[in-house]
């Protein structure tokens, strides 16, 4: 499988905004269910948003939900996560990944991590208080 390739992590302080960006390198105008993750040293990777490419549709977690914005571009098979009001316990590394799938599978297991396989290096997200 082609392994996801994260970007635009970085350094912020508490209410600050970053917008991270995530693409697979592949050639695949497929609808696809993309989602983010984050990870914490000593804690399981959860899942935050989704996205199905399809039809729009979009799921957020409720330690994200109107603080972050996930949008796609598939045209060029890209995803990013706009990420504001930042707080210091958002600081850990962001993975996204990208399932095809049909909507109702996206809309049931986008959050699951073991759902997914081939996981990019990820990107680190650090919020100073």
């Known amino acids: 499988g082609v392994q996801p390739v994260e970007s635009g992590g970085g350094s912020v302080e508490a209410g600050g905004s970053l917008t991270l960006s995530c693409t697979t390198s592949?050639?695949?105008?497929?609808?696809?269910?993309w989602a983010w993750f984050r990870q914490v040293p000593g804690k399981e990777r959860e899942g935050i948003v989704g996205?199905?490419?399809?039809?729009?549709?979009?799921y957020y977690a409720d330690s994200v939900a109107g603080r972050f914005t996930i949008s796609s571009d598939n045209a060029n098979d890209m995803v990013y996560l706009q990420m504001h009001d930042l707080k210091p316990e958002d600081t850990a590394r962001y993975y996204c990944?990208?399932?095809?799938?049909?909507?109702?599978?996206?809309?049931?297991?986008?959050?699951?991590?073991?759902?997914?396989?081939?996981w990019g290096p990820g990107t680190q997200v650090t919020v100073a208080s």
């Open positions: 592949g050639i695949r105008k497929t609808a696809a269910c």
């Open positions: 996205i199905y490419t399809d039809d729009g549709a979009t």
């Open positions: 990944q990208r399932s095809a799938s049909r909507a109702d599978a996206c809309a049931e297991s986008w959050s699951v991590r073991q759902w997914y396989y081939n």
